[in-house]
């Protein structure tokens, strides 16, 4: 059986790892709180935005003879080349949150290796770079330090290449895999195709519906520069989707350690108290035993 002393230390040990993974929470709280508002505002943008791209794609595919010849609304049956982008956290201590996003990556790969398809790894965030780079997994572009503070200019500048590649026809499709915010004590996983964009959804009822007004000979013009934005909010809506939900995981995973903790304090003075009686009566019987031998 462990000493006092010792159960004494491991008490205080534990104590003060409560008190850090309290903290801890509370600051997430915190941040979710400012995260959660940011990405609800984008959220709206995002929609805006799409609203935009499908009325002006719309009008296009149905006015025009022969639809859209642009290469960013073409489905490409059987791709050479794609790039995929991840998203994951700079830091640990959030659960699960790294380690889902990372798996669905796996997944694609493996898919895509099947089909002889050449993947371009394009890593956001130091936990999944890491990972891939531990396993020697090629990645062919990475930043570490952009998911924990999404930056508009740095996301742009990091996504353009992929839109451009695309557009030249060195790659054949772009995909973003993130784990999103959906609520406070749920997150959701995101493998979103972004380019080329799926033409399918887009109504000629509602292109027709649409109150835009955009002259004929500026459509293509006006149509191109928006898959451009398009691709590169969607990149930079995940980022601020995706730091929303790691606060969310992160103080989810430091309220279950901070209960843990309660817990195995409440363990460890029962323990401490048994240790005392123990020490308690063994002394007592030391003190009897003397007494009785000295008759």
Request: glycine residues 4%; aromatic residues 6%; positive net charge.
């Amino acid at each position: 059986m462990a000493s006092l002393k010792d159960i004494q230390r491991q008490i205080k040990s534990v104590s003060n790892t409560q008190k850090t993974t309290r903290a801890m929470k509370l600051v997430s709280t915190a941040k979710l709180r400012r995260a959660e508002e940011l990405a609800k505002r984008s959220r709206l943008y995002a929609a805006k935005m799409n609203q935009v791209l499908a009325e002006i794609a719309g009008r296009i595919k149905c006015n025009k003879v022969g639809g859209i010849d642009n290469r960013c609304f073409i489905d490409i049956e059987n791709p050479k080349t794609i790039d995929i982008v991840f998203v994951t956290a700079d830091k640990g201590l959030c659960g699960g949150f790294n380690i889902q996003t990372i798996k669905a990556v796996k997944k694609l790969l493996t898919e895509y290796k099947a089909k002889n398809v050449k993947v371009r790894l394009r890593g956001i965030g130091k936990k999944g770079i890491e990972f891939f780079k531990y396993n020697e997994i090629e990645l062919y572009d990475s930043v570490a330090d952009l998911s924990s503070k999404p930056d508009k200019e740095r996301a742009d500048a990091f996504i353009e290449s992929s839109i451009e590649d695309f557009k030249n026809e060195k790659t054949d499709a772009l995909y973003v895999v993130y784990n999103g915010y959906k609520n406070m004590i749920t997150q959701e996983l995101h493998v979103n195709k972004l380019l080329p964009v799926d033409a399918s959804q887009f109504d000629c009822s509602e292109a027709e519906k649409s109150m835009l007004e955009v002259e004929s000979q500026d459509e293509e013009k006006m149509l191109d520069s928006l898959v451009n934005k398009y691709a590169q909010y969607a990149i930079y809506y995940a980022l601020i989707d995706s730091v929303a939900a790691e606060h969310s995981a992160r103080m989810q995973a430091m309220d279950a350690a901070t209960n843990n903790a309660k817990e195995m304090v409440k363990s460890l003075k029962v323990q401490f108290n048994k240790a005392r009686q123990a020490a308690i009566t063994t002394e007592l019987i030391e003190i009897i035993s003397g007494v009785e031998s000295m008759k």
